[in-house]
């Protein structure tokens, strides 16, 4: 009887190791030029960066550089993702003087980067090349020959500004609050994927790529950059 149980127990107990293996995904590696060797992103692909009065000024909001290795067997196509989590849910005292945003105050993500569709035969996007500065009312062109844009969180944000409301289509750099006492870190997300289109209609949201990527991602990978406009924040 011992033994039966004993044999039983193996059994699922092999059945519960393989299910965790078959939910692995593969690891692209992703690379990318604007991020220094000490994990900040370099300023010229900000939005927003210091000035020596009124805190900040507008950046060139360059694109950053971006590459990663080849998806497996199946790949048709990739996405691109660059979010942000830590991006405050309130805003009221965001850029006030003698205010500071804390570091433990609730945090949602934002997105700064889509870009999905990207041929299967890619595997960069050198710097420059999605953004070469602000565009005022934002990129309205989708379709590119790298893959279709996707509208980053900016739309949203300045939808109420008539100076600065528009479509807001692919890379738009960090721009964290000058008084945020949390670094923020920007997560570029690279995902192969077993479509070659995800049949996405219109300015599609990062969270409407992201929704539409789950279930046909084959692999995936990322990088890491940090930044922040806060000089009493330690770096």
Same mark, same amino acid.
């Given at each position: 009887?011992?033994?039966?149980?004993?044999?039983?127990?193996?059994?699922?107990?092999?059945?519960?190791?393989?299910?965790?293996?078959?939910?692995?995904?593969?690891?692209?590696?992703?690379?990318?030029?604007?991020?220094?060797?000490?994990?900040?992103?370099?300023?010229?692909?900000?939005?927003?960066?210091?000035?020596?009065?009124?805190?900040?000024?507008?950046?060139?909001?360059?694109?950053?550089?971006?590459?990663?290795?080849?998806?497996?067997?199946?790949?048709?196509?990739?996405?691109?993702?660059?979010?942000?989590?830590?991006?405050?849910?309130?805003?009221?005292? @965001? %850029?006030?003087? *003698?205010?500071?945003? =804390?570091?433990?105050?609730? &945090?949602?993500?934002? $997105? /700064?980067?889509?870009?999905?569709?990207?041929?299967?035969?890619?595997?960069?996007?050198?710097?420059?090349?999605?953004?070469?500065?602000?565009?005022?009312?934002?990129?309205?062109?989708?379709?590119?020959?790298?893959?279709?844009?996707?509208?980053?969180?900016?739309?949203?944000?300045?939808?109420?500004?008539?100076?600065?409301?528009?479509?807001? @289509? %692919?890379?738009? *750099?960090?721009?964290? =609050?000058?008084?945020?006492? &949390?670094?923020?870190? $920007? /997560?570029?997300?690279?995902?192969?994927?077993?479509?070659?289109?995800?049949?996405?209609?219109?300015?599609?949201?990062?969270?409407?790529?992201?929704?539409?990527?789950?279930?046909?991602?084959?692999?995936?990978?990322?990088?890491?950059?940090?930044?922040?406009?806060?000089?009493?924040?330690?770096?």
């Amino acid at each position: 009887m011992k033994k039966g149980l004993y044999t039983t127990a193996f059994i699922l107990a092999f059945v519960a190791v393989q299910g965790v293996f078959a939910q692995a995904k593969p690891e692209l590696t992703v690379t990318a030029e604007g991020i220094g060797s000490d994990s900040y992103i370099d300023n010229d692909y900000a939005f927003c960066i210091p000035a020596a009065t009124g805190h900040v000024k507008e950046g060139s909001d360059k694109s950053i550089g971006i590459s990663w290795s080849k998806g497996p067997e199946g790949t048709k196509s990739y996405a691109i993702i660059m979010v942000d989590p830590d991006v405050p849910t309130v805003f009221d005292d @965001a %850029g006030k003087e *003698g205010k500071t945003l =804390p570091d433990a105050m609730p &945090r949602r993500s934002f $997105y /700064h980067w889509v870009l999905y569709d990207v041929p299967a035969e890619q595997s960069q996007i050198p710097a420059f090349t999605d953004s070469q500065e602000i565009v005022k009312h934002g990129k309205t062109e989708l379709k590119t020959p790298y893959g279709t844009r996707g509208v980053n969180d900016y739309a949203p944000y300045f939808a109420s500004n008539p100076e600065r409301q528009g479509i807001y @289509a %692919g890379y738009d *750099g960090p721009c964290p =609050p000058w008084n945020d006492e &949390r670094i923020h870190h $920007y /997560h570029v997300k690279v995902f192969a994927l077993d479509v070659a289109s995800l049949g996405l209609k219109g300015p599609a949201t990062g969270h409407q790529v992201t929704d539409a990527i789950a279930g046909h991602i084959l692999a995936q990978g990322e990088v890491v950059g940090k930044y922040t406009l806060n000089p009493d924040v330690k770096k």
